[in-house]
């Protein structure tokens, strides 16, 4: 239990006289210098990323007034102010990234105004790759993981796009089954690289990009896994093979090889829901009964008792 | 961190302590275990409410006996709480019973009001009765569910009724008082603190949700007038924040007339203004503000998170063109950064190398 919390509960018992006075004396509540840092960071950050998504509205307003010249030398004059600035400030301080990240966005807003301006006829999709293409040398040279994020959801995007144009040869219904399996697999060899590097690279070591990484891994083989047991005659199955091993390796992962109770937690959801649409599968299907519903809901509420229980004892483990 | 034991000797060597060490209770849940366990409930009550109409169908048919009845299973629920409260098991059963007992008592409330639904009353009538259930119900989950369903029921009574701009303000200073309280009322942290995150997800919701009912209005009735004083429900956030930081540098002790409270109660002013054309920028700056003059990590990652989803979303809101919305995010983004170098050239100038740290 962190301080804060230590403090609250027994402030909730009567055992604290001044909670604000504990809360400062443990170290919980900021000082002077940290609320300098964390508005510096704050500040710097909301604003970088509301000058690119202003130069990103702008062009995609297409305004007509302004000439395809104009246009042009007005985002790559930014492009060059953002690229000076992370070259002046280096990669080390908190504005040189903020520069990068501009810079990064700024090449999708030219990218665009590109398409835009000349119809080069490409898709949408071919965008998003080119930028993450492009992007990519940044994005290794700028050593941070919101960059990295960056990158990984341009990706992500390309993808969806990709299988928006090419349905692919099965049609509409293996296009969904394919995109997720793409999904799926790429968002877990990133979280996979993530993880192996994390151990070596400290700037990789925050948890916060890994989590989200395996959200979306876990959703999409989640989600592979009820469309096959709501369709299985119309899908490939594959998923009733991946997704008990997507389940034994991330329990390896994050419990035996490491402790990340976050992605336990989602584990934990991920397995409910699909045991839910199991039983709902078979216990609903045509023959909607009372019993069924009840049944269907004890199972849940014990999982999630089961979970719940199972997942503070882990917790505790990590505080021994 | 320190261990238990060696917070408690420092605090009590800094006389912050009333009596012996109490015992170390529960171990404090993960806030991702709860959202876990809350999707789980309301999963749950989802089948129970299945369970309830296809096998006393009457229930569901009679605005009564649905009233009465999810009143009772609200009230069993209440019981299983206070009889076992360190019970996983039943503590998820009286939440998932209690999730369906309180969708029973909504079906009952507009079942009462059926001739009067386009009004606001029916939503008042919920979001009082999910604002008691906050303050009685003994577990963390249903507190910040039903605070939760309490700001949104009141946000769309406030819509309904045409009083558009007042819900996001009134839960605005809602978040902020819980927030900026949470210490002073630490004797009842089991109340306060849940009902904090609860009233602070609403209200993420209900800034957010702003830009496309107002824009799916916009698109569907082409004669839609915005309510009175449209730009009110932003002013009122934007006030929300002032209020907050004026509070937070009057606890720093900065006198209210000294130049860099002043200045620095201008920058946030200027923020305020700049969100008038762009919902939620006071609102998630407030939220994490808050959460780091409370040390809490977890209110300081939603008020980022809020803040990328308003820039993000402010793409889709039809009330300006995208040249428009360019200028007004450019000038957001400026005030932002001039706040950052007033902040740390002349509010609270330092050395070079406590930013870079």
Known sequence: MSDRHSILAWSGQGAITDVQAALDVAGVLPAARDWRVF??????????????????????????DLGRFAKF??????????????????????????????????????LALFGQTYQTGADTWELFANWAVLMAPWVIVGRFAGLWMLWVAVANAAIVLYFQVFPGFFGIVF??????????AFNTAVLLGWELAGRR???????????????????????????????????SATALIAYPVWVACAYGAYRVLMRDLFVLAGGCLSAIVVVTAFLARHLLNGRAEAGGFLFIAMVVIAMAAASGWWLKQVAREERA | ????????????????????????????????????????????????????????????????????????????????????????????????VSFAGQALVAFGVFGFFARHLTGGLPFAVIAVFQAVLAVVMPNFIHRAASAYAAGLAFAYACD????????????????????????????????????????????????????????????????????AWPWAGEAFVAAALIV???????????????????????????????????????????????????????????????????????????????????????????????????????????SKEQVDA
């Open chain 2, 244 to 350: 907050s930081v004026w509070v937070l540098l009057k606890r720093a002790g900065w006198p209210l007339f000294a130049p860099r409270t002043l200045l620095a109660l201008i920058a946030v002013l200027a923020v305020g203004a700049a969100s008038f054309k762009a919902p939620g920028i006071a609102g998630g700056l407030m939220i994490a503000l808050l959460g780091f003059s409370n040390g809490n990590r977890v209110l300081v990652g939603l008020g980022i998170a809020a803040l990328l989803f308003y820039v993000s979303g402010y793409y889709y809101l039809l009330d300006a063109t995208l040249l428009v919305k360019s200028g007004v995010l450019m000038a957001t983004g400026a005030v932002l950064l001039a706040a950052r170098w007033l902040v740390l050239n002349v509010v609270m100038p330092g």
């Open chain 1, 73 to 110: 030398g007005l985002v790559g004059l930014l492009l060059i102010v953002a690229v000076i600035g992370y070259w002046r400030l280096g990669v080390d301080r908190a504005a040189g990234k903020a520069s990068l990240l501009v810079a990064s966005i700024l090449l999708g807003a030219l």
């Open chain 1, 201 to 235: 690279v400290s700037w990789l070591d925050e948890r916060w990009a890994p989590r989200l990484l395996a959200i979306a891994s876990g959703a999409t083989v989640t989600l592979l896994m009820i469309q096959t047991i709501f369709d299985w005659r119309e899908t």
């Open chain 1, 39 to 64: 508005l510096d960071r704050l500040l710097l950050w909301s604003g970088a990323v509301a000058l690119a998504a202003a130069v990103v509205f702008f062009i995609a307003h297409n305004w007509n």
């Open chain 2, 160 to 227: 309904a009724s045409g009083a558009h701009f007042v819900a996001a303000g009134v839960v605005a200073a809602a978040v902020a008082a819980a927030w900026l309280n949470e210490a002073r009322l630490g004797k009842l942290h089991a109340v306060v603190t849940p009902i904090g995150y609860g009233l602070t997800l609403s209200f993420m919701q209900i800034e957010g949700s702003a830009f496309f009912i107002h824009s799916l209005a916009m698109m569907f009735r082409p004669r839609f007038v915005p309510g």
């Open chain 2, 1 to 96: 961190m320190s261990s238990a034991p060696e917070l408690w000797s420092k605090l009590a060597s800094a006389g912050l302590t009333a009596g012996d060490m109490p015992e170390i209770g529960e171990a404090h849940t993960p806030w991702y275990v709860r959202v876990m366990l809350g999707i789980a409930g309301l999963i749950a009550a989802g089948f129970l409410l299945g369970f309830v109409g296809i096998g006393f169908a009457f229930v569901m048919q009679s605005r009564n006996a649905s009233l009465a009845v999810g009143l009772m299973v609200i009230a069993a629920a209440y019981a299983v709480f206070r009889a076992a409260p360190r019970s996983d098991f039943t503590s998820m059963f009286a939440l998932a």
């Open chain 1, 175 to 184: 296009s969904t089954e394919r995109q997720l399996w793409t999904l799926f």
